[in-house]
């Protein structure tokens, strides 16, 4: 194979080429500081209104409830932190899920060092929480629920409409992040009653380096950045115009057709799931197995780990992600895959195969005959791993 | 990310399998941590003659425990026991920082298997001794 | 005139097609998360750390010391709060000037409500801190000296070395915003005793949304973005890998040969000046006649208000900026002309121009010959003006 | 940012200057916040016959200054006391949001110099009782 095949979508995605076109004369021709007076300024002016239009259009929201970041991480960390600190007098309670974003968990946890309760919902063994839960965690000082629409790394999709609809009935603010949901699934934030809603360009074939943070007119923020008054004074530093530009065209064009993209999507992934369930043993399928994101797959191989797996991979041509711990040098694997119950040892031999648009029928099938033989390979070196005893040799 | 070296060892591992009737067996390492090797070796005269490894583990973990049992093989016990974790990294030609636990993986599984090895040794010669005494 | 003469530099910069070149990959091909394993992810790892190289390169750094951020303000805020917050232990007590940039006032001003004493040091009439008066003000639980490289507005230029000299006698941290001055003069950090250097890419003709801070090793530094372990767990979010790019290739570019282009920039702007002073009365150049920026000049014409001015160049197709309040919508002129003791009506009649690379002497005559008709149309319009009596009839 | 109206009133602004003998002039604003202005009316049977002004201000300002005039001009006082500053804000065909306040100049300017017309007025004819009382 001289391609890559290219499995890590969840990580990040290239950027369009027409989205990186509409960027282009924003770097060396309308270069323009936003806030500047003469027509340099204006015209970044415009491309920025536009962005924001787009972005707004996208998501049912209007144009002065979009604030545009560094990507997603910053519009979490605004979300939670700016919500938290502004409605304090309220209460200091919040309540979020264990699988969060470390973009979100970190922030909850920043806070409860400051003075603020965090209630960390579980989820059951398909990463799903109950709306149920939820309900019953609110409390009188309650002011904020963050939950994801979409885990980014088992894929699973949360009850986000009944939350929301708790959320108001209670009259609890309601974030989300939905960068691993934007153009994968609809996110209507009228219709769903979210106030706050996170979502990151270069998930969506848009640039890295910049997402944006929907809040709802009337949300008390305040601003975690301090510096100029950009963005109406609730995110400070001149306007990324090249990215926001690229943004606002990358969440139009992803927010398209989803339909169309998620069945391709499906069929493949469905294809590379059975595949490879029904042709590699001790494996399991991770996260919940039809409320999943179109493009996500996420495999457990018992007695292996994660990392070798993707080196692996990786010198057949194929780019993958893991759960596994060595990936990032720490020592506990995902948090993610603890929280749906897996053991360590089990969580640590785990894999991440997220499609995009360009992947096709032959690069699947190329994977289900490459996977099982690095799969075997391993698992002799393995020493948990023993065949006469039908493997299960691990406690 | 790794040395060549690194991923030749990752994907050519010297070494793998098992020793049925070893004279030392060392096993550090847990799952919970993501890492496991084991070791096992013969010895003869003070000699490794032979020694075989199964690792579960990242990369680095399976290259230094390749590069590891090669650095011993043939070696005498006292030589086999200078081995260190930057011995090993550095017949690599090196390993990212976050991975240098790896190579403390492999200097401490030799060291376990040898150490099996001399208390085994020294029970058999303590058991003959018993032996001969109860007789 | 059809084409726009650019006198905004101090605001932003166009990225060079140089810079924009080496950045172009790294969206549509090399356009992995270089946290990840497989190839994709290691080849935008070694962009990562090339760019890395250079940037501390150009500082005398280590690359190890080099942060990437999403801007100066962001360099800013983490610098200054994030070294006030994880040497709290130690005091409560920074030191800083009055004619500091946004980003790092409204850090220390976040820092003031949350139980740190701050002092702002005065400026004398052309901006210029003494450094005897840092000396004075450093108590004994003084944590942190702040004081910028070079004045954004006035172009003034501070005296670090005595500045990183004293805070290194009395063991105090010293940061300096170099944003205006990376490009502009040489920062050797080593040399110069400065503990934590902050820079923006798009001042010298690098890309938006990206910065560097410089923190060197050893100093304790919180991070003030929570999520990913990214930089060394000191700056969360997915690397903006394109940007970062561009920030090393523009930062070495922009650090060679300083003095060639200070001496091009430094005639054209003594042509500028000199040109103003003798054409238009009732006008002061604002700063240090010497110790200033070479591209950065600033005056002030009575009897009128910038914007108006501004919008006046804009249509004879020159882009400039002002002090004036009614730029930025809120009634208070720039905190830094009243810094160096304007009084309001004057600092709102204030003018920025700031020369670049491309700037030709044309374009400076060009100017030469339009801004005066403009003061003098825009003066007969205004009440304060009475030419008969000499101008001054406004108190 | 602004509409071509208001650069056209900010580029060519009607009714710039002074009436040396006017019969009421406002001045409102300061120059610490950055704008002044000064409005100069002429009054014949009720009807402003002649307006002038002067300003110190940004564009907005300046074009606010301008087209209040135009709307003024060959009014009644009644009828130029209804003048608010929407109605300014309109006639540039809208301000930016903060851009507002100048238009609240250019109101309570015209405001101002119809007042002063008026306590002349009344105070001319009290003056004019006062003498006639006094002599
Ligand atoms: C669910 C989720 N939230 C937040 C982020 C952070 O976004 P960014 O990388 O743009 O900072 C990511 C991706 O890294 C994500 O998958
Ligand atoms: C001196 C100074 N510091 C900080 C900044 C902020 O940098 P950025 O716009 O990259 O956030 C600027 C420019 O806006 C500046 O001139």
Redesign the interface.
């Known amino acids: 194979m001289d391609r ?1 095949i ?1 499995l ?1 979508h969840a ?7 027409e989205v ?1 076109k509409e960027m ?1 004369p924003y ?3 309308i ?3 936003p ?8 015209e970044t ?1 415009k491309a920025l209104d536009l962005a924001r239009e787009r972005t707004a259009k996208a998501l049912n929201a209007d144009p002065a409830e979009i604030i545009f970041t ?5 519009a ?2 605004l979300a939670i ?1 700016g919500t938290a600190t502004a409605n304090k007098k309220k209460g200091n309670h919040i309540i979020t899920s264990s699988i969060e ?3 979100a968990l ?2 909850c ?2 806070l409860e060092k400051n003075g603020f309760q965090v209630t960390y919902l579980p989820v059951d063994e398909y990463g799903l929480i109950d709306p149920q839960d939820v309900k019953e965690a609110i409390k009188e000082n309650t002011i904020l629920i963050s939950i994801m629409t979409a885990n980014n790394e088992i894929g699973t999709i949360q009850p986000v409409r009944e939350i929301g609809a708790i959320a108001k009935e209670k009259g609890v603010l309601f974030h989300t992040d939905a960068v691993q949901a934007v153009g994968s699934i609809p996110n209507d934030v009228r219709d769903m009653n979210i106030d706050l809603l996170t979502l ?1 360009a ?1 998930k969506s074939h848009g ?4 997402g944006a943070l929907y809040a709802r007119k009337g949300v008390r923020l305040n601003h975690i ?5 950009q963005e109406r004074n609730r995110r ?8 926001i530009v690229g943004l606002g065209k990358a969440i139009e064009l992803a927010t398209q057709d989803i339909e169309a993209r998620n069945e391709k999507l499906r069929a493949l992934r469905d294809r590379l799931i059975s595949g490879i369930l029904s042709s590699v043993e001790y494996t399991r399928l991770n996260g919940h197995p039809t409320k999943r994101l179109a493009g996500n797959s996420n495999f457990s191989f018992e ?6 797996l ?6 057949k041509g ?5 759960g ?6 720490t ?1 506990d ?1 995902s948090h993610v895959l603890l929280a749906i119950g897996l053991p ?2 089990i969580a ?1 031999g785990s894999l991440r195969l997220t499609l995009g648009d360009e992947n096709t029928e032959e690069e699947i099938d190329y994977v289900l005959e490459v996977l099982p033989q690095i799969v075997q390979r391993l698992r ?5 791993f023993n065949q006469d005893k039908g493997g299960k040799i ?2 | 990310m ?1 040395s060549e070296k690194v ?1 030749d060892h ?2 050519n ?1 010297r070494n ?1 399998g098992e020793i049925k009737d070893a004279d030392g067996i060392g ?1 550090v390492g847990n ?8 070791v096992y070796i013969k010895v003869e005269n003070d000699i490794i003659t032979d020694v075989k490894f ?9 290259a230094t425990s390749s590069i590891s049992t090669e650095l011993i093989k043939g070696k005498s016990i006292d030589e086999a026991l200078k081995i260190t974790n930057k011995s090993v990294a550095e017949a690599l030609d090196g390993l ?1 920082p ?2 240098m636990h790896c190579s403390m993986l492999a200097e401490d599984c030799i060291k376990a298997a040898i150490e099996d090895y001399r208390k085994k040794h020294l029970k058999t010669e303590v058991n003959t001794s018993a032996k001969e005494s109860v007789e």
């Open positions: 890559i290219y890590d990580a990040t995605t290239y950027t369009k080429p990186l282009l770097f060396t021709e270069y323009g500081n806030s500047s007076v003469h027509s340099y300024g204006r002016r560094s990507g997603g991480t910053e979490d960390n932190i974003h470390p973009a970190h922030s946890q920043y990151s270069h640039p890295k380096g910049v950045s301090h510096g100029g008054a400070a530093g001149t306007e990324n115009l090249p990215a007695f292996i780990e994660g990392e070798a993707l080196l692996s991979l990786d010198m194929i780019a993958a992600s893991s596994s711990a060595c990936t990032s040098g020592l694997p360590h040892e640590h002799e070196m393995s020493p948990l691990y406690v | 790794y991923m990752f994907m591992p793998v096993e799952a919970r941590c993501g890492d496991i090797m084991k199964k690792t579960f583990g990242c990369g680095a973990a399976i990212p976050v991975k």
